[in-house]
């Protein structure tokens, strides 16, 4: 698990949101990827569970208390896909062509890591 700095997650959340808004996509898919990004951001606070690489990230999705859900999900993601890996198969929302949290994920840590991908990590949450 890793320390997010969340002051340094609010300002790649920032630069990711404004990225989005420049992209020439419809509002309605601008509006779903802001919703990714802000689910992908909250989880990465709450839950920091992933493993980084540069060309994809491995993150596990954490079913909440509120949800009747059981077990965590394993996921894989990067700008082009996400699939899950506790199951063959694409993630649902990937496979329904809707951006998820776990892709936006991919992008805010892309960003929050830097270019290398490589930062240190902060004492602090």
């Known amino acids: 698990m890793m320390n997010i700095d969340i002051e340094?997650?609010?300002?790649a959340f920032a630069r990711v949101i404004e990225g989005i808004?420049?992209?020439?996509?419809t509002a309605h898919l601008k509006n779903r990827w802001t919703r990714a990004t802000e689910k992908a951001r909250d989880?990465?606070?709450e839950k920091p569970y992933f493993?980084?690489?540069s060309e994809r990230l491995l993150i596990v999705?954490?079913?909440s208390d509120a949800t009747s859900e059981i077990g965590c999900r394993f996921y894989e993601a990067n700008e082009q896909a996400c699939r899950r890996v506790d199951k063959s198969g694409l993630c649902q929302a990937f496979y329904e062509?809707?951006?998820?949290w776990h892709r936006a994920a991919y992008l805010l840590l892309k960003i929050y890591l830097g270019r290398d991908g490589c930062r240190?990590?902060?004492k602090t949450n």
């Open 51 to 53: 493993a980084w690489q």
């Open 8 to 11: 340094q997650l609010e300002t």
């Open 97 to 100: 062509g809707i951006p998820c």
């Open 61 to 63: 999705s954490v079913p």
């Open 21 to 25: 808004k420049k992209q020439d996509m």
């Open 120 to 122: 240190r990590q902060s």
């Open 43 to 45: 989880r990465l606070i």
